[in-house]
């Protein structure tokens, strides 16, 4: 799909970039984000695995930290790894 493709590149390069997406993804589970943002983070999801795999995640973690295991029983090297085990993988 020729077409498709060029619709890719065209969409990328109007969209924010994967550090962006990724740190407006983390934001957003602290405070809600901007619209504008919000709507450049959904279509960069479209066309890019990578960010929406670090989203899923990312939420999926914050679920298991938020319910099952109260943050503060976890010991802080413990969240330091959990976090840079997250950012390896979108890099
Ligand atoms: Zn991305």
Redesign the pocket.
């Known amino acids: 799909m020729e077409g498709m493709e060029t619709v890719k590149t065209w969409m990328a390069r109007q969209l924010p970039?994967?550090a962006d997406?990724?740190r407006t993804v983390s934001d957003s589970l602290d405070a809600p984000q901007g619209f504008r943002k919000w709507v450049g983070v959904r279509l960069?999801?479209l066309?890019?695995?990578?960010?929406?795999r670090?989203e899923k995640q990312l939420k999926f973690i914050r679920k298991l930290l938020g319910r099952e295991l109260p943050a503060e029983s976890l010991p802080p090297e413990k969240k330091e790894q959990m976090r840079s085990a997250i950012r390896h993988g979108?890099s």
Not at 47 to 52: K, L, M
């Open positions: 970039g994967c997406v990724t960069h999801m066309i890019c695995e990578v960010c929406s670090y979108k």
